[in-house]
């Protein structure tokens, strides 16, 4: 695991938790509000937010992992908008259509975590294919 590796898992955790800041707890407050039987109250949550902190750090290092396994020729934009879609069809997606299929979801809550939660994958696979990049194209 060279420097790449540790400097993109951060970048990786850093973005997840940020993004997913934006997306649950600012963007989706809103519908989350009209759905607060599914969710711990506040002071719970925030006793968890060491369990959150670590399973960022254990996406983004995976993330970047994953991402490094499957480095080719092609330009790193490519390779990080085809990892980001693949990522996105991967888990997200089924993710939140599982949830929807057992927990009363709204759909229009549902399509937006898709959506968001989707475009910021996307953007953090960008993000670790720019640290991936071979040096003569940077």
């Known amino acids: ?47 968890y937010m060491p369990v959150m902190i670590i399973a960022h750090i254990i996406m983004g290092f995976s993330f970047a992992w994953v991402y490094s396994r499957g480095v080719s020729g092609a330009p790193w934009t490519m390779q990080g908008l085809r990892f980001g879609i693949a990522a996105v069809l991967l888990i997200t997606v089924p993710w939140y259509l599982i949830y929807f299929s057992i927990q009363p979801w709204p ?21 670790v294919a720019f640290i991936y990049k071979p040096s003569e194209s940077k």
């Open 1 to 47: 695991m060279d420097k790449r590796f540790w400097i993109a898992g951060v970048v990786a955790s850093f973005l997840f938790f940020a993004l997913g800041f934006l997306v649950h707890g600012v963007i989706l407050t809103n519908d989350y509000m009209q759905l607060k039987s599914l969710f711990r109250p506040e002071e719970g949550m925030m006793t």
């Open 107 to 127: 759909a229009s809550t549902v399509a937006t975590q898709i959506v968001f939660d989707g475009i910021s994958l996307i953007i953090t696979a960008l993000v």
